[in-house]
């Protein structure tokens, strides 16, 4: 089945650093990526479309300048957070749709800034 | 009014009992309807998705939907401890082209 990989796991760090969580869709082309955030104990909100080639869609009340997306190949999606504070803490996912409506998950990334 | 509804839980079912858990949309225009598990710090995985009115089963699983009333429900069939997660409903289409909006899960616990 279609996998979806997603670098790093987890990771700790200062305030006011920049962190970036690599997405890519190891065995087959994903034109679309998707990228959501989770609170603990709430749903998946969209942040953005990925697209390959062109420019992420935002979702009201993402900052795009603050979440940077880059999707250079049509097997990786990356998420920049930059400048990144405490209330930036949480759980990142990427997805990738494969065939047909499935939409894949990577294995998330938890972000905690200290 | 939310988007996806779904009770929060959690839903406590003794093992070898059916689960139902359900979910309701506004969109109605939404088009396909997905049902996801997420254990705890993991990300979703796909269970099952429906397109159509009706019936769908896969294996221990079947997804119901009813787009009159605007309503999908899933229900687990011989449940299992292993099947105690958060289960997301998820729609798409409609108004929304691409995206997926996701309910706020609900909670299964399934004791041995």
């Known amino acids: 089945g279609a996998v979806v990989s997603q670098h790093p796991s987890r990771v700790i760090c200062k305030s006011g650093t920049s962190v970036k969580i690599e997405c890519r869709s190891l065995d087959f082309q994903a034109t679309t990526m998707f990228w959501y955030r989770q609170f603990p104990k709430k749903s998946l909100m969209l942040m953005a479309t990925?697209?390959?080639?062109?420019?992420?869609?935002?979702e009201q009340g993402v900052e795009k300048d603050k979440f940077l997306i880059n999707h250079a190949s049509l097997t990786l999606s990356t998420l920049t957070v930059t400048s990144a504070h405490p209330e930036d803490s949480s759980f990142y996912i990427c997805?990738?749709?494969?065939?047909?409506?499935?939409?894949?998950f990577g294995s998330g990334t938890q972000l905690s800034v200290l | 009014q939310k988007e996806v509804e779904q009770n929060s839980g959690p839903l406590s079912v003794p093992e070898g009992a059916i689960a139902s858990l359900n979910c309701t949309y506004s969109?109605?225009?939404?088009?396909?309807f997905f049902w996801y598990r997420q254990y705890s710090g993991k990300s979703p995985e796909l269970i099952m998705f429906i397109y159509s009115n009706g019936d769908k089963e896969d294996g221990r699983f079947t997804a119901q939907l009813n787009k009159a009333s605007q309503y999908v429900s899933l229900l687990i069939r011989d449940s299992q401890p292993s099947d105690s997660a958060t289960y997301l409903c998820a729609v798409k289409g409609g108004t929304g082209f691409q995206k997926l909006v996701f309910g706020t899960g609900t909670r299964l616990l399934v004791s041995p």
């Open positions: 990925s697209n390959e080639g062109s420019k992420a869609t935002y």
């Open positions: 969109d109605r225009g939404s088009q396909s």
């Open positions: 997805s990738a749709r494969g065939v047909g409506e499935k939409l894949f």
